[in-house]
């Protein structure tokens, strides 16, 4: 539906949803706030993945790794007429990178990144040579072949070069736990060990790779791999080396990229293509993201303020909430398969 040129319905379709039910809240908020229809559309495996219960369309998908996935995910934009295809999960990004014409195709917009862009992301060597190349400060790494342990300054920090959601890293604090974790951690990789604290900044970019804006946080608790507690704070030279990033990698939509400070001075350490699981706060100082992206897709003009102007000092502390569901509600939503 248009009105003046702007087109007034919207649907967004999330992949892998899981808990994320507080950013579906914020992009139901901005419906109503801009005046917009459309369906929340929300996929995972698990029929009891929280964010399905919030969603306007939920659908069980087969897993990432299945051929299936794709066309799954084509029916599921044919049939609902998604606008805008958002992942909320790493693995998911170089996957629906991969397939964006054939996604694209049905009339959605894939908001990820390039296909190379998503690969320096998701490798964690590739992360640390990508910021060693563009002049961002970046703790030292090493891949297991390139180590002697007994050379080694520890304490150092080890995870998997693939990893996600901070699952399987490791303080290492002496050469025989080294030992034990590089035959324990897949594929590993190696890092300086920095003791924080850690700031993860959200990066806005709109479809053309405009940074509209960078918001940053610091990260006081975490419960897995996504923060519980955390505030805002703002650091001018965090900002401009994650314009730097943004701007590298031709980035769109949104990003988050993580960094730990020493003696004051950022060493960024990662980059995740998506939006961050603590981008609620994000939204809540200033910057509204769903309200941008929903505004683009429909033709409308957004106000941007100038970079860094958002809340700083403003703290999240998060808790659990329940969805209740009987044996029918289950039933019904494991029904929604494609």
Same mark, same amino acid.
């Given at each position: 539906?248009?009105?003046?040129?702007?087109?007034?319905?919207?649907?967004?379709?999330?992949?892998?949803?899981?808990?994320?039910?507080?950013?579906?809240?914020?992009?139901?908020?901005?419906?109503?706030?801009?005046?917009?229809?459309?369906?929340?559309?929300?996929?995972?495996?698990?029929?009891?993945?929280?964010?399905?219960?919030?969603?306007?369309?939920?659908?069980?998908?087969?897993?990432?790794?299945?051929?299936?996935?794709?066309?799954?995910?084509?029916?599921?934009?044919?049939?609902?007429?998604?606008?805008?295809?958002? $992942?909320?999960?790493?693995?998911?990004?170089?996957?629906?990178?991969?397939?964006?014409?054939?996604?694209?195709?049905?009339?959605?917009?894939?908001?990820?990144?390039?296909?190379?862009?998503?690969?320096?992301?998701?490798?964690?060597?590739?992360?640390?040579?990508?910021?060693?190349?563009?002049?961002?400060?970046?703790?030292?790494?090493?891949?297991?072949?390139?180590?002697?342990?007994?050379?080694?300054?520890?304490?150092?920090?080890?995870?998997?070069?693939?990893?996600?959601?901070?699952?399987?890293?490791?303080?290492?604090?002496?050469?025989?736990?080294?030992?034990?974790?590089?035959?324990?951690?897949?594929?590993?990789?190696?890092?300086?060990?920095?003791?924080?604290?850690?700031?993860?900044?959200?990066?806005?970019?709109?479809?053309?790779?405009?940074?509209?804006?960078?918001?940053?946080?610091?990260?006081?608790?975490?419960?897995?791999?996504?923060?519980?507690?955390?505030?805002?704070?703002?650091?001018?030279?965090?900002?401009?080396?994650?314009?730097?990033?943004?701007?590298?990698?031709?980035?769109?939509? $949104?990003?988050?990229?993580?960094?730990?400070?020493?003696?004051?001075?950022?060493?960024?350490?990662?980059?995740?293509?998506?939006?961050?699981?603590?981008?609620?706060?994000?939204?809540?100082?200033?910057?509204?993201?769903?309200?941008?992206?929903?505004?683009?897709?429909?033709?409308?003009?957004?106000?941007?303020?100038?970079?860094?102007?958002?809340?700083?000092?403003?703290?999240?502390?998060?808790?659990?909430?329940?969805?209740?569901?009987?044996?029918?509600?289950?039933?019904?939503?494991?029904?929604?398969?494609?």
């Amino acid at each position: 539906m248009r009105d003046g040129g702007a087109v007034k319905t919207i649907h967004v379709l999330f992949t892998s949803v899981g808990r994320r039910v507080e950013l579906l809240r914020a992009f139901r908020r901005a419906y109503a706030d801009l005046g917009l229809s459309g369906n929340l559309i929300a996929v995972d495996v698990d029929p009891l993945a929280p964010a399905l219960q919030e969603a306007d369309r939920p659908y069980i998908v087969p897993p990432l790794s299945e051929p299936s996935y794709i066309p799954a995910l084509v029916e599921i934009c044919r049939r609902e007429r998604v606008h805008l295809i958002f $992942p909320l999960i790493d693995p998911d990004i170089p996957v629906l990178a991969r397939h964006r014409r054939q996604l694209e195709a049905t009339g959605a917009r894939v908001v990820v990144v390039s296909e190379e862009a998503a690969a320096v992301a998701a490798d964690k060597w590739q992360t640390y040579q990508f910021f060693r190349r563009w002049n961002i400060p970046t703790p030292r790494c090493w891949l297991p072949e390139h180590i002697h342990p007994a050379d080694l300054e520890y304490p150092i920090f080890i995870k998997p070069r693939f990893g996600s959601a901070g699952r399987q890293a490791f303080k290492v604090r002496n050469r025989r736990e080294l030992e034990f974790f590089i035959d324990y951690v897949p594929e590993p990789i190696l890092q300086e060990y920095l003791p924080g604290p850690e700031i993860t900044s959200d990066v806005i970019c709109d479809f053309e790779g405009h940074v509209l804006a960078v918001v940053s946080r610091q990260r006081i608790e975490v419960r897995w791999g996504e923060v519980a507690k955390g505030k805002t704070v703002f650091d001018p030279e965090i900002l401009r080396h994650c314009v730097t990033v943004a701007k590298a990698l031709n980035a769109i939509g $949104p990003i988050t990229v993580q960094c730990m400070l020493r003696d004051g001075r950022p060493c960024f350490t990662e980059i995740n293509a998506r939006f961050g699981g603590g981008v609620p706060l994000g939204i809540a100082a200033g910057v509204p993201a769903p309200h941008w992206f929903l505004s683009l897709a429909a033709g409308l003009p957004i106000e941007v303020p100038p970079l860094g102007a958002y809340r700083v000092g403003l703290y999240l502390t998060r808790f659990d909430d329940s969805f209740f569901l009987t044996e029918e509600d289950y039933a019904r939503v494991a029904s929604c398969r494609v």
